[in-house]
């Protein structure tokens, strides 16, 4: 009996599955330039933190842009909904771990408060920081000229999957060329995790994507609804799309790699694989500035009928500034993030993240299992 | 030395190894449409629930066929053989693990009583439901006949093998052909798991099949008899034999894909695969209305000579109606499968079950491993 | 730069890599034949017994002869070192595991006793039942006479790794031509696991070959030399080699797979894989009969300098009969090994050995999954 | 929508993922020849005992000299900066492991001192043992002559990646034409890892390479700057890159792969994918005579800014000798690595390690899963 072709399915590989290959020349880490430009905007390295109520608030996205990176504040979260944020966010870090995904349904049912849009913009640019603030695609036409007029400068529209095209009988979805016309600020759309997605979103003019659908340490949408795409798969077909349509348009749509981040090696397999820049949460959650306490949580997780994700605690290991640049005394790769990134640059033979882009990538998936033969000491005493 | 041609092995994928592809158009999950037909009836869900002991009793058939899906009613298990059942039912939760498998047996060794396969169907029909009861092959024409006379609406011919053909020296073999134009009702036979015997299924002149064999939560058919193929791949080769046949007959034979199916994630990636229902076991097991008490068994499990399978608890964690259609606070997708359903559907654009069909799926065998960092969460004092 | 061509490396396969699919037919399990034939004699079960200690004695090979397999006396171990080997058995089984490789080396320094090699064959033939013996290839010149003269009826040649051709300077290596004449029996030879060695074994004019080097349960092989192939590969290609030699020559040299064989799903997949017979060691020293007193060990384990091997506990569960040929009530497939080989040769539509070889088989290595959501309970107080 | 070529990457293997095939002959494992040339030096095992503080110090230098092997003695590490290298490896050895990452970093920040060089070396060649000494590319041209004037034999260059060009605007590199013109003895470079690197080292006129980045037991830079192959993958291409350089140049540069070799396995497997000799590190500081006290670290452990390593618990298993020669009764690989090359060697029917280069290897991921049946005894009472 002669069989049909059956549905195909390709292979896709996340972080833990692939390494980089050192290159045929190195380079001086020092002399690594790893800036990331964003419309007017340069940012001398190129991370964004996520707008996570864990991991964003005003005081904290302060001090991540002093340091040279662009946050993130989410404004469908406890920031606008509560004038008091610390108190709720201190509800959540002392509540049980079988109570916490009710309690989370229950503090993201409050109505947001346009006038806290305002006030928590306004402090971030008070302290002379860049503001990036994200919006839901069907709240982002009522809520996007608030933030703007606020002082926003930077428009992120956020949901776990957003196209260029959404069909409903009901409303009208969010048509991105006419934000864009309207908006007129640098304007950044996620999440997406395919080459098609990826190029029909930067056919509508905006400035970069975000990309990451199920990777997140706080997430379980692979587990709900089966949806996901591995990240270094997926950034490397969204910077697939770039180059097509960069050398289709001439416009340079940035890559945004956005989840599943978790320490300095898959932040440099994931240029490697073709970001422009990456955006952190759990790895940010951990520092003594963040909001969430020394715990973590997704932006699904408070859907009312379906929430997908999980809390983590993250434990809070050390200040913001010695996460991203050191010094350190961890080797997990937890810690010195931008360090691990330009020690990467180096050896690869990368001078540029353009370069990065280009170093070679391997599908390399052996743990290694010196745990078998050598015991990592626990304690000594 | 030149080489002759080696036996050849084609890779084949479970839910674990898979996931799907967000699309490039998203649609609104309230307006999907996720209703099943088969012969005159349809569903409004998609879901038949298992021909197990622990999971349909005529009451939780009754309540299921209320929420719109399929009950299967096992005819040759605890309720046509005992006038009390819920007294076996009860001893069977109350049974050791290392003497269940020897209690099983004995159970499952008293003689089946016609009167209370009338009875049982009665008792369904008497509620206003649809009931679908199941058969072995050897017995189908014996008690097919009296299970229509008492109102059966749907024949399940189930057993963990079942082809178009059989060879036996001793006995001549069920005819689906002689039983499609004798009982003259919507018939779903199984199972089955690859393109040919599906194929050679559909063109006896069944409605529906059942795929899978070797992958549910109770049954260790693998291990015993090493047979045994993945669902994703079993239910994309059925679905092709079901487009052939299709093609060559005019006549739309459903595939259901049976067993395995655990959670949110598990059932959209097979509908994605191709099935146009599912049946589920362990998933209805863990309902407050399932017979099983907080435990689920397998029908190869009660074999007089060669037991395959292991009583698994199951833990009676919500009401059925929730399991099926939420609203829940669980994060890991044991509840709530419609809505995860449709919003899987939503995010991949898919209208239909049949556009479900079309969307990409890929070879994700990543397991995420925040936990090798981050903590979930046990307790909080 | 242009890349030369690398080094390359096929993909093979193990017992938990491949399943087995059933057949568009099926048959029914009591019909099939499943007598495995060697020289003059034929066995109504393809089952040998390995030639180690914990295995076989005089006692376990009568009673393995006369449930209709062939038992295999290891002609160089403690039968035929020890006048009272039980004594020496107890010993082992009484020795902490940190001390017993150092035992064990010592206990086979003792010499060889012509004299005990006659009695213990002896005493097999006395009770009736057929004889096999095993020497290794370097003792095999000296010791098989005196076996044959004892009256052995099968001879088996067997090392780690035996080939048709041995350079050394030393010593002249035993002559497989030279001793298919001398000898006249059936004669046995392994292990080997490549198409290539096979053939080359094949046309030295011997009976049978033994497949396996490395997957035994008490084998390290791997680990220490790095040396091993999975037993389904090495099955297919033996088996390929025995095509190949039968259409040349026009005698069948039966392949018997040895070692790696713990449950019924492994011993199915290799007779679809292509084996003809299947020698077993841990399934059989779980039987009440065995010498093992519920330990095994290798015939590696007691090298002077470079042991190779694991004293593996398997515990005593049930008397030889009942492992081989059920009623069981455990469901973990360790027992009805042959009930097991049967349905699954019915389920896959197999008549015959030769019809197994032909079912097709599958890379399925998905893990089943169950225990994450569902728990195999242990206790019921 | 029509897709571009995407980014491609190549599968790679480490050793877990292989295996050796027996040959279709065998060799006597006594008539192996395992002697590997550098320079002017014949070794009669081809083992380097690595640069690392753990490993190497002059009185285990000597040792291993004079059976056979050569040490590497690390210029810029405890012994050069210390008078009294005992009194600091003890206090590693004494510090619990959350504070012994800042001990290294404070340790290794002393300074080198000229005169203890000379002295080391001196010590060594003093013994009538052949002295190699390891340097990084920075300090070489500083230091090596210092070295060669104490009367070192064979100098190494060593960093985590050395490239035959590097970039930096800050200092001239190290020129290794220029080097080997100066210092007119063996040297050996690395460590480097893909094809192309390992041809351009050559063609520097230098006379081994290191091969191996990322793979060892006290490495983590896999997982802090994502880089890393594993060593069969490396060791294939560099062996690849030496028959290249071989056939354009006549000469032949050795290939030393160096880091993740644990137990005899891994040693067996590596010069099958093409090594003259290897590096250990790990498996020698279990030796009696390690230096380490039963701990082991790497050389980037003690990075000011971004260390990359774990300080092992190896512990002391066996004299040296006993672990390269046997006698052993342990049957996990560790010990009589030696014989384990030499029985390998055998039992593939390699005489010598050029046709080791040549024995089969095959792709087999399967671990044994034995455990899951059969228990390895812990305690008889």
Sequence with gaps: M????????????GFDEVALVPGDTTVNPDQTDISFALGD???????????????????????????????????????????NPDEILEQIAQTPETEVTSLL????????????????????????????????????????P?????????????????TARHISKSYRGLILPELCQMISLPIIVGNCCSYSAALELMQTGIDAILVGVGPGAA??????????????????????ARETYFKENGKYVSVITDGGIRIGGDLCKTFAAGADAVMLGSPLAQATEAPG????????HSHPALPRGTRVRV??????????????????????????LRTSMGVCGARTIKEMHKVKMIIAPTIKTEGKYFQAIQHVP
């Design 2 to 13: 002669p069989r049909p072709k059956f549905k195909e399915m390709e292979r896709t590989y």
């Design 41 to 83: 905007f340069t940012f001398s390295i190129p991370i964004l933190a996520s707008a996570m109520d864990a991991v964003v608030n005003p005081s904290s996205a302060i001090k991540f842009s002093q340091v040279g990176g662009l946050a993130v504040l989410n404004l469908e979260g406890i920031q606008t909904r509560y004038e």
């Design 105 to 144: 349904q229950k503090i993201y049912s409050q109505p947001i408060k346009d006038k806290l849009i305002g006030e928590r913009i306004e402090a971030i640019k008070q302290a002379g920081s860049i503001c990036a603030a994200s919006i839901t695609p069907t709240k982002t036409k009522r809520l996007a």
């Design 146 to 162: 608030i933030a703007k007029d606020a002082g926003m400068d930077v428009l992120v529209v956020q949901s776990t999957v957003t």
């Design 219 to 240: 997430c379980t949408t692979r587990e709900v609804i089966g949806v996901g795409v591995p990240q270094i798969t997926a950034t490397i077909e969204s910077a697939a």
């Design 293 to 300: 306490r020394g715990y973590h949580w997704g932006m699904s």
């Design 315 to 340: 434990d809070i290991i050390a200040p913001m500034e010695q996460i991203l640049f050191g010094p350190t005394s961890v080797t997990d790769g937890t810690q010195n993030l931008v360090g691990a």
